[in-house]
């Protein structure tokens, strides 16, 4: 039974890269994953001002509830949205400076709006360079007084925790009044990790209440990551193999483990104890429909394997996938025609019939989760697939073509 090693959590260990800066004291994270995106937000909090020392298996990051060491900073975010969206609204609570944030090509063209939008509610100076709402802008920071906001969270649950983030840093406060959300689960992990550095915070609804008071430091585990995870549930269950992932179970924070709920359903065996995942292939793979809302950045995984199953598979509700480093619902869909698979897709969903893949050369946007996600497709496919860009995975996984390799070939 191969036990897979799964690298960190991308969402977790950017998240714990906010709380750490913020916190009162030097914080310790034991196993951060090391890829792009993390190590750009890293790179962004040491151009701040902040002291970063990272490790081989722990980063020590020094607090500075005060806000950044500097008062003037340019800082270039890549293909982070993490990064993009969480620093501008960390250096938002500085006392006084004047930070530029700037970011890739795919960056740039990621929606800002409600996000810079709900700051500039709470009376903070933020301008777009360019286009507006999207990157390039520039903070003047003044310290955030706090109070009540209204947020459209359609887009991206980002938007919402990067003002969760902020709420312990106000004057007073925050009360967020939610009109709509997406990714749910992604902020049950902010609120579960803030929390774990001492904030208060409470949900009533779409009501958010964030207490003022700061963060405390703290040693905080990385746990592997759930999206990543699921192409290697998702190569066990086309092949009929098995596959364990150890440090996620019924105790992870991340909702994307729920992709092997939806495996579970096309027929795959599924054990799962409070900290291990093992999922089994069946015989055949069952066609189905299903909401995947909550769990969209796995939309891809279940697309690339979608062919193989006894019955059309359709994906409803991840309207939000449009707006990713690709369109990620139009990206499927070309790849799968590519391979043969007769695909319809409409403003949020795509239902891909069965078929018989034949090689092809996978386009990847650049997105890293197209990349592993077609990965997949390739192991029933004879001569398997090629990518024009097989090192956009860089983003979240660098080493992953390797490991994929080692584990199915």
Not at 208 to 234: K, L, N, Q
């Given at each position: 039974?191969?036990?897979?090693?799964?690298?960190?959590?991308?969402?977790v260990t950017?998240?714990?890269?906010?709380?750490?800066?913020?916190?009162?004291?030097?914080t310790?994270?034991l196993?951060?994953?090391?890829?792009?995106?993390?190590?750009?937000?890293?790179?962004?909090?040491?151009?701040?001002?902040?002291?970063?020392?990272r490790?081989?298996?722990?980063?020590?990051?020094?607090?500075?509830?005060?806000?950044?060491?500097?008062?003037?900073?340019?800082?270039?975010?890549?293909?982070?949205?993490?990064?993009?969206?969480?620093l501008?609204?960390l250096?938002?609570?500085?006392?006084?400076?004047t930070?530029?944030?700037d970011?890739?090509?795919?960056?740039?063209?990621?929606?800002?709006?409600?996000?810079?939008?709900?700051?500039?509610d709470?009376?903070?100076?933020?301008?777009?360079?360019?286009?507006?709402?999207?990157?390039?802008l520039?903070?003047?920071?003044?310290?955030?007084?706090?109070?009540?906001?209204?947020?459209?969270?359609g887009?991206?649950s980002?938007?919402?925790?990067?003002?969760?983030?902020?709420?312990?840093?106000?004057r007073t406060?925050?009360?967020?009044?939610?009109?709509?959300?997406?990714?749910a689960?992604?902020?049950?992990?902010?609120?579960?990790?803030m929390?774990s550095?001492?904030?208060?915070v409470?949900?009533?609804?779409?009501?958010?209440?964030?207490?003022?008071?700061?963060?405390?430091?703290?040693?905080?585990?990385?746990?592997?990551?759930?999206?990543?995870?699921?192409?290697?549930?998702?190569?066990?269950?086309?092949?009929?193999?098995?596959?364990?992932?150890?440090?996620?179970?019924?105790?992870?924070?991340q909702?994307?483990?729920?992709?092997?709920?939806?495996?579970?359903?096309m027929?795959?065996?599924?054990?799962?104890?409070?900290?291990?995942?093992?999922?089994?292939?069946?015989?055949?793979?069952?066609?189905l429909?299903?909401?995947?809302?909550?769990?969209s950045?796995?939309?891809?995984?279940?697309?690339?394997i979608?062919?193989?199953?006894?019955?059309?598979?359709?994906i409803?509700?991840?309207?939000?996938?449009?707006?990713?480093?690709?369109?990620?619902?139009?990206?499927?869909?070309?790849?799968?025609?590519?391979?043969?698979?007769?695909?319809a897709?409409?403003?949020?969903?795509?239902e891909i019939?069965?078929?018989?893949?034949?090689?092809?050369?996978?386009?990847?946007?650049?997105?890293?989760?197209?990349a592993?996600?077609?990965?997949?497709?390739?192991?029933?496919i004879?001569?398997?697939?090629?990518?024009?860009?097989?090192?956009?995975?860089?983003?979240?996984?660098?080493?992953?073509?390797?490991?994929f390799?080692?584990?199915?070939?």
């Amino acid at each position: 039974m191969p036990v897979v090693e799964i690298p960190g959590s991308k969402s977790v260990t950017a998240r714990a890269l906010f709380l750490a800066a913020a916190a009162q004291g030097t914080t310790t994270l034991l196993r951060p994953l090391s890829s792009d995106d993390t190590e750009g937000f890293a790179e962004g909090l040491h151009r701040l001002g902040y002291g970063v020392e990272r490790g081989p298996d722990a980063w020590h990051i020094e607090g500075r509830p005060a806000g950044p060491a500097t008062t003037d900073a340019d800082v270039y975010c890549r293909d982070g949205a993490t990064t993009a969206r969480f620093l501008p609204t960390l250096t938002a609570a500085a006392a006084h400076g004047t930070y530029r944030f700037d970011a890739s090509p795919q960056m740039r063209r990621r929606p800002l709006a409600p996000l810079t939008r709900a700051l500039r509610d709470l009376g903070v100076d933020l301008r777009h360079e360019e286009a507006e709402g999207h990157h390039p802008l520039t903070v003047t920071a003044g310290g955030v007084q706090g109070g009540d906001v209204t947020l459209d969270a359609g887009q991206s649950s980002q938007y919402l925790t990067a003002l969760l983030l902020l709420g312990p840093l106000t004057r007073t406060g925050l009360r967020i009044t939610v009109t709509d959300l997406v990714s749910a689960p992604y902020i049950e992990i902010t609120l579960a990790m803030m929390r774990s550095f001492g904030a208060e915070v409470g949900r009533d609804g779409g009501v958010f209440t964030v207490a003022p008071g700061g963060y405390r430091a703290t040693t905080y585990a990385i746990e592997p990551d759930a999206s990543t995870a699921s192409y290697f549930f998702a190569a066990a269950a086309l092949t009929g193999g098995e596959v364990t992932v150890e440090g996620l179970g019924k105790d992870a924070l991340q909702g994307d483990l729920a992709f092997v709920d939806v495996l579970r359903r096309m027929g795959a065996g599924v054990e799962m104890t409070g900290d291990r995942t093992t999922v089994t292939g069946p015989t055949d793979l069952k066609g189905l429909t299903v909401n995947m809302r909550d769990i969209s950045d796995t939309m891809p995984t279940l697309a690339a394997i979608a062919p193989y199953a006894s019955g059309p598979v359709r994906i409803e509700d991840v309207h939000n996938t449009r707006v990713k480093e690709c369109d990620r619902l139009e990206a499927c869909a070309q790849n799968l025609r590519a391979l043969g698979v007769t695909v319809a897709t409409g403003p949020d969903w795509i239902e891909i019939q069965p078929g018989t893949p034949a090689p092809a050369e996978i386009t990847t946007y650049g997105d890293h989760r197209i990349a592993m996600s077609f990965a997949v497709a390739g192991l029933r496919i004879p001569g398997g697939v090629t990518f024009d860009d097989p090192g956009c995975v860089r983003k979240t996984f660098p080493g992953f073509h390797e490991a994929f390799a080692k584990v199915f070939a």
